[in-house]
Structures are given as C-alpha cells and as structure tokens.
C-alpha cells in the first residue's frame, strides 16, 4: 500500500479520505497552529453576526468560532464543497460554494459579493493580492486573522507520496526533508505555487479538499507507479 505523508496537523480529519481509495495514510505534521486570543475570535463571530455576507475559505475556521454549532444566519460564501459542509453542520447557510481556490471564488461570487458588507475570518498569510482584490469587489470588507499557521520540521517517517494544504507545510517539510523520490500532490493554486519553486508537483486536486486529492492521487498513482 502507497504511504502517504499527511503534513495537516488535522490528520483525524482527513486520513479516512486516503483510507478510503487504498492508500495508507502516516501523520507527519508539517505545522502547528496559533489560534489567536479570545477577544478577537469574539469580535469576529460579532462581526459576522452583523454582516450580510461572511467568507469562509477552510473548515478551521468554522471548527475556531462555532465549535459546538450555533452559526448566526448570516449568508455564507465557501471556497469549497469540505467548508460548505463544515458550515452547514454548525448551523450555517451557505449561498455560494467554489471548486478551485480563493481566486476562482471571487471571479465566479463577484455579484454575490459585490456592494455587500463582508467579513471574512482567516488564516494570517492569506495572499494578499486576493485580499485587496476582495476589498474592491466589497463595499465594506471586515478581513481578520483569527490563526496562524508555524512551519516545523517533519519527522523522518518513511514515504512514497506527500500531500500539502497549505504553503505553510510546504515550508515546513523543507525545513528537514525534500521532494526526491517522493510523489507530491496539492490543494489549491497558492500551495502549488509554494511547491513549484522547488519542482512541479504530480498531483493537483481538481476541487479545494483532501476528498479531491486523495482520488487525484489515487489516479495518479494507477498510471504512473
């Protein structure tokens, strides 16, 4: 069975997903996370309690702010199927889901967006190009940083393929590893984009979730190993 480098300090979350298609999952977290302090969590379910739309670009969000449901019924905007799902359970109405990324999101939510009151919890090092490109879609746009995500280094655990979420594990894995006879496979066109400065990566998940990379992968690995 092909093992897999999960480098998502969620592995609990995700590893069923590449159980699920025959591939044998190994936890090799690449990041810790820094949620940060109460006060500002607390103003951002405020913010989002008074604004007409909120946006929602990973599951860890919703998992910070409403971790036991009760989102308010503000409209939310997802960049994918796994954060639409993830709103959903904790109560939350979803009106606009995307399939690729931050970027693909604003190009096809843009007159849902458009002259609304938008706030927008996230991770720190979103790119900040989206971010201003948000703001000039949005009459008014609240963006706060409620986690951060710290690159470690992974442990030596032995692997046949890696799969990243973010450019934060990128960073991380290279701290103490490399890509050499390992198959890479990536969520989002900013994480590729964080692996591509060393080479290419195989994989790319066709739709912003560990469910879409593990079938990638999967496929991937019938033809080519």
């Given at each position: 069975?092909?093992?897999?480098?999960?480098?998502?300090?969620?592995?609990?979350?995700?590893?069923?997903?590449?159980?699920?298609?025959?591939?044998e999952p190994?936890?090799?977290?690449?990041?810790?996370?820094?949620?940060?302090?109460?006060?500002?969590?607390?103003?951002?379910?405020?913010?989002a309690s008074?604004?007409?739309?909120?946006?929602?670009?990973?599951?860890?969000?919703?998992?910070?702010?409403?971790?036991?449901?009760?989102?308010?019924?503000?409209?939310?905007?997802?960049?994918?199927?796994?954060?639409?799902?993830?709103?959903?359970?904790?109560?939350?109405?979803?009106?606009?889901?995307?399939?690729?990324?931050?970027?693909?999101?604003?190009?096809?939510?843009?007159?849902?967006?458009?002259?609304?009151?938008?706030?927008?919890?996230?991770?720190?090092?979103?790119?900040?190009?989206?971010?201003?490109?948000?703001?000039?879609?949005?009459?008014?746009?609240?963006?706060?940083?409620?986690?951060?995500?710290?690159?470690?280094?992974?442990?030596?655990?032995?692997?046949?393929?890696?799969?990243?979420?973010?450019?934060?594990?990128?960073?991380?894995?290279?701290?103490?590893?490399?890509?050499e006879d390992?198959?890479?496979?990536?969520?989002?066109?900013?994480?590729?984009?964080?692996?591509?400065?060393?080479?290419?990566?195989?994989?790319?998940?066709?739709?912003?979730?560990?469910?879409?990379?593990?079938?990638?992968?999967?496929?991937?690995?019938?033809?080519?190993?």
């Open positions: 069975m092909t093992r897999v480098a999960i480098t998502t300090d969620r592995f609990d979350s995700v590893a069923s997903e590449y159980l699920g298609v025959g591939l190994l936890p090799v977290p690449c990041v810790d996370v820094v949620v940060a302090v109460e006060g500002v969590l607390t103003r951002a379910r405020e913010a008074h604004a007409d739309l909120m946006l929602i670009t990973s599951p860890r969000t919703v998992e910070l702010l409403w971790p036991e449901g009760g989102m308010p019924p503000t409209g939310v905007v997802t960049v994918g199927a796994t954060s639409a799902v993830a709103v959903e359970t904790a109560g939350g109405r979803v009106v606009a889901t995307g399939r690729s990324g931050l970027a693909d999101l604003l190009d096809g939510a843009a007159d849902v967006l458009g002259a609304a009151r938008v706030v927008f919890p996230h991770a720190a090092g979103t790119d900040t190009g989206l971010v201003a490109r948000l703001r000039s879609l949005v009459s008014d746009l609240d963006d706060q940083e409620i986690y951060g995500a710290v690159p470690v280094a992974p442990e030596s655990t032995l692997v046949d393929a890696v799969v990243f979420a973010s450019p934060s594990a990128v960073t991380g894995w290279l701290l103490a590893r490399d890509f390992v198959v890479v496979g990536v969520i989002g066109p900013t994480t590729r984009t964080a692996v591509a400065r060393s080479r290419v990566p195989e994989v790319v998940a066709p739709e912003p979730s560990h469910h879409s990379l593990a079938r990638a992968l999967r496929s991937y690995l019938e033809v080519s190993v």
